[in-house]
């Protein structure tokens, strides 16, 4: 147990057992498992289920759970209806995911009862990720999505869940970085008890996450999740056909050298890179470890043996980092060279308490002079736009502030950007999937929020912006 797990808020909490172990600051491992594909009968799956449970569960160290999360391949059945053929007893262990993709309000409602009815305790909301079928902004928008900031408040409105927010630490950009920081900042606002990283592998930005949410005195639960490789995944990881996922170039390169070993020799060095991952994150502070793409239970099983036995290898920062520099060799996991680095000197040490750290001053905005003179106009028109009817100067507001015509204006909150304009529908913040350099993977123009915290920070009002939250 590290120092960090200790400050987590311990309260009594009783008849939940994945939270008991959280908020007592025991390192917990969970294995992901999807809802089968279309092709596999619900009976069979549900057969299926229960295995991998009976494995994860009997493993020594106590502290394993499964992570089960919906396919997009499987719509009519959702992770919540295929977490309730779990036996009764043991479903507070396990974390359901819980998506808002193709959800309306009232369909988002009707899985929360049926999570509360089978006694599913613990919900990881999620906006959801653009069908891969979708390739622009215009049909995207005739698909509903349900904010998961929203859905977060809809559960905290029953009073029975344990809610996790999700995150993705994997930005590289000042202000992509600050909206993936201020978003989860809201979703705690909204309730959420633990938090839950995207993938990836460059654990100078989980680190990054741990040292801000540390240094703003933050002490939830952090959850990283981790991914097994496999040759498929790999393809499809370099293709950009995993949503949110981010690649730098050489750690590309990297991987397309172990695509070239035996099948044994591959599997052996993502085991190595996975095990390292995860004793990295627990001297970080990180609380537990979510690990993805485990197909089978003998995989499961043998994936945790090797896991437990590196918790225990790697006692200390030092010993570790020294293994991981050594493994990792000069990899730059950055995309690209100017990225943004909240604090010096990271993944040099663990949380410097005798010294905490300063944030770096974010590099002058860039705003164009015609930026400003569409900013002052429109501030001239519609400053009070949030206090009158929706549908007032709607034409001019759609000339100059591309209005969407929702029913609740936002401008003068949103630096008079009209946050409905993204494509997914979500106006509490960036979304995961947000690309790199801060563009729309759909329009492939700077995403809305991205503008909007950029004008923030031209603006002098950055701390609004984690404030603010929209129904």
Not at 19 to 44: C, H, S, W, Y
Not at 52 to 59: D, H, I
Not at 78 to 98: C, F, I, M, Q, S
Not at 404 to 429: D, E, H, I, Y
């Amino acid at each position: 147990m590290n120092e960090e797990q200790l400050e987590i808020n311990l309260n009594p909490v009783s008849g939940n057992a994945l939270r008991r172990t959280l908020e007592n600051g025991e390192f917990l491992t969970l294995i992901e498992t999807q809802v089968p594909a279309g092709e596999m009968d619900k009976a069979a799956a549900t057969q299926r289920l229960a295995v991998l449970e009976k494995t994860v569960l009997s493993q020594e160290n106590g502290n394993t759970a499964l992570a089960i999360v919906d396919n997009p391949a499987r719509p009519d059945w959702k992770a919540v209806e295929y977490a309730a053929g779990l036996p009764e007893n043991t479903r507070d262990r396990h974390l359901v995911y819980l998506s808002g993709a193709n959800m309306d309000r009232a369909s988002v409602s009707e899985l929360i009862q049926m999570a509360e009815n089978a006694g599913l305790r613990n919900i990881v909301p999620v906006s959801g990720n653009i069908p891969g079928e979708v390739k622009n902004a215009r049909d995207c928008k005739k698909i509903p999505f349900t904010e998961s900031t929203i859905i977060l408040q809809m559960l905290a409105e029953r009073g029975s869940f344990f809610t996790g927010a999700t995150v993705n630490p994997f930005q590289y950009t000042p202000y992509t970085l600050l909206g993936s920081y201020y978003k989860l900042i809201k979703k705690f606002n909204c309730g959420a008890g633990f938090m839950i990283t995207q993938t990836g592998w460059d654990m100078l930005k989980l680190q990054a996450l741990s040292w801000y949410l540390t240094r703003r005195d933050i002490h939830f639960p952090k959850i990283a999740r981790l991914t097994l490789l496999s040759p498929e995944k790999v393809e499809n990881i370099k293709a950009g056909n995993s949503p949110g996922i981010k690649i730098s170039r050489d750690m590309s390169k990297l991987l397309t050298e172990e695509l070239t070993y035996s099948k044994s020799l591959f599997e052996s060095v993502q085991y190595r890179r996975l095990e390292l991952q995860a004793a990295g994150c627990r001297l970080m502070g990180f609380s537990g470890i979510q690990i993805s793409g485990v197909e089978s239970p003998a995989k499961a099983e043998f994936i945790l043996k090797r896991i437990n036995a590196a918790l225990k290898e790697y006692a200390t920062f030092d010993h570790w980092l020294s293994e991981y520099n050594s493994f990792m060799a000069t990899t730059e996991m950055a995309p690209f060279s100017n990225d943004y680095r909240m604090f010096d000197r990271i993944l040099y040490r663990n949380y410097p308490y005798d010294n905490p750290p300063e944030t770096k001053e974010l590099p002058p905005p860039s705003v164009s002079s015609a930026e400003k003179i569409g900013f002052y106009l429109k501030s001239f028109f519609f400053s009070r736009a949030d206090r009158q009817r929706a549908g007032n100067g709607r034409l001019l507001k759609k000339l100059t502030a591309n209005c969407a015509g929702c029913n609740s204006c936002r401008l003068p909150q949103k630096n008079f950007v009209c946050c409905q304009t993204c494509p997914m529908g979500l106006v509490n913040g960036i979304c995961g999937n947000v690309n790199a350099d801060g563009n729309c993977p759909l329009t492939g123009k700077e995403c809305v929020h991205h503008k909007i915290i950029r004008l923030a920070h031209w603006r002098n009002n950055l701390p609004e912006q984690e404030k603010l939250l929209t129904e």
